[in-house]
């Protein structure tokens, strides 16, 4: 049974030629602080897991599992809260997913036991899965099309204060004489604050007037969609969404693209970023934890940085299409070269410098674009749908990229994990030329239009 959302072509054109305002940097705050805190949740597992693994006498499988599962339920969540948002607005859902975000992170400190943490970090995985489709939805329907890259960009780049605030904790927490099992669980509970600290301005956030327009409430900026909602009930029905993206050649050819760029950057990119200590470790001499956390503080800080920086300064100057390309095609390179050098893992710098050049193109790359992808390239009736699932078959990459990088990093070392990395990236790069738009300077009425 079809939806009976009415979809009058308004017209937008004076949203779509403004500039950025109080208003769009304000959406960018409460959005991008969840973004501060799904990477600070899900990178930060690294380093917990090696001070646990001592402790805790952790085998293979448990450390797969505890370092994936937050991924594999963040599917989930992406599904849900994507779909739901579709359905009663990005309004009504909004804030939602950060207080089952903070639950799992609260949950996930306490702990005893590593099955239990692997339980609460499901939990916390649905949360983190709900904030992507409604966040980069809420900001591309507000922004103007000169500027949208732009803005979704800034929103997701809130990662890399959670990728360096990360490191640098737990840093100072093991320079202190804490015992690393208040070290862990500090570093765990601390994901839960930031999640708390945005969720009343997320609730107190007006519905955009796109969707209002669709649902046929145009002008009612304050409307409570709840009405809308059940007024609809007996006609909209969960599985509308995904049929309606099934039905178009041209929509489910863009969302099998947008899908498996986010599905191969997330494998490549989440097993060697969770992976991270593990993969550092296998560098020449006897470095402390503390040391190899540094390391990994500064190639964020000198690489990844940069990389997100680039892509907001150039994401409607160059193109969501080449700067995906360039990504994908540098990311092949840069794996590649780790793969086939003899004993570059025994050759401190030049090692340091090709891995950081692999952090450097992946955000300055596939990481950002398959992030804003699909926030332009769904119509509105559509559009958390489709980017939540995208981004829940991103998840699922993440999720087999992390928990099977230790198993290829223990079998057969660097050069495997390394080389199914750049083949990886290949692909991508194949999948972004053949099955994908350039969205630059389109309103996202044009790219509704051009979807069938």
Known sequence: MATSINFRQADFSEMDNAGITKVHWKIVLISGVGFFTDAYDLF??????????????????????VESTALLASAIGALLFGRIADIVGRKRIYGVEMLVLAAGAAACALSPNIWW????????????GGDYPVSATIISEYAGKAHRGMLITLVFAMQAAGLIFGPLLAAALLTTHLSYNVVWRILISIGALPALAVYRARRHLKETPRFLEAAGLHGLEYVDTKSYSTRKSNSTIFWDGFQHLAGSKRLLSQLIGASAAWFLVDFAYYGNTVSSPLVLSGLGGDHTILQRTLIQFGIFVVFAVPGYAAAVFTMDKLGRKTIQSLGFGMMAVTFGLLAIIPGIEKRTYPFLMIYGFSYFFTKFGPNATVFVYPAEIFPVRVRTTG??????????GAFAGVFTFPFLMHSHGLPLVEGTA???????????????????????????????
Do not use: D, N
Request: net charge neutral; proline share 3%.
């Open 44 to 65: 930060i597992i690294g380093i917990v897991m090696v001070l646990l693994k001592p402790m805790w006498h952790i085998g293979k499988l448990e450390e797969g599992l």
């Open 117 to 128: 943490l692997i339980g609460f970090r499901f939990i916390l995985g649905i949360g983190i």
């Open 387 to 396: 980017h939540g699932i995208a981004a829940a078959i991103g998840k699922i």
């Open 422 to 452: 750049a083949i990886v990236c290949g692909l991508g790069l194949v999948v972004t030329i053949f099955f994908l738009p350039e969205t630059r300077g389109k309103s996202l009425e044009e790219l509704s239009e051009q979807s069938y």
